[in-house]
C-alpha cells in the first residue's frame, strides 16, 4: 500500500513561515515528480509549485514565487515547502501529489497518488 502525507501546516501570523512535509510511504519518492496544490475556501484548486523526481527543476506559481522554495531529500522520502512571509491569502489548505510520468501537470488524474492536505491558516 502506497500513500501521500503532508504535515507542518497551522496557525501563523502574518508574516510568519512554514516548512511543509510530504511524505511517500510504500515506495521510493525518488520515481516521482512532485507538486503542490492548495485550495482555500469558495477557490477553485491551484498548483502552486512542482519539483522534478531528481530535483533539478523547479517551478513556482506566480503568486508564490519568491516567497515559497520546493525541495526533496530523496533519502527521507519527503518533499518539502519553505513558506516565508505568509499572507492572509494564503490560507489554504495545502496538498501534495506525486507523478511517475508527468511533470507539473494541472490534471488531478495525471498524478498517482495524493496526500490528505494540511490546513494552513494565517491571521493575526
Known amino acids: 500500500q502506497v500513500w501521500l502525507t503532508e504535515s507542518g501546516g497551522g496557525l501563523v501570523q502574518p508574516g510568519g513561515s512554514l516548512r511543509l512535509a510530504c511524505t511517500l510511504s510504500?515506495?521510493?519518492?525518488?520515481?516521482?515528480?512532485i507538486s503542490w496544490f492548495r485550495q482555500a475556501p469558495g477557490n477553485q484548486r491551484e498548483k502552486i509549485s512542482c519539483?522534478?523526481?531528481?530535483?533539478?527543476?523547479?517551478d513556482y506559481a506566480d503568486s508564490v514565487q519568491g516567497r515559497f522554495t520546493i525541495s526533496r531529500d530523496n533519502t527521507k522520502n519527503t518533499a518539502f515547502l519553505q513558506i516565508h512571509n505568509l499572507k492572509p491569502e494564503d490560507t489554504a489548505i495545502y496538498y501534495c501529489?506525486?507523478?511517475?510520468?508527468?511533470?507539473?501537470?494541472?490534471?488531478?488524474?495525471?498524478?498517482?497518488?495524493w496526500g490528505q492536505g494540511t490546513q494552513v491558516t494565517v491571521s493575526s
Open positions: 501529489a506525486a507523478s511517475m510520468l508527468y511533470y507539473c501537470k494541472e490534471y488531478e488524474r495525471r498524478y498517482n497518488y
Open positions: 510504500g515506495e521510493r519518492l525518488q520515481y516521482y515528480h
Open positions: 519539483i522534478s523526481n531528481s530535483g533539478d527543476m523547479t
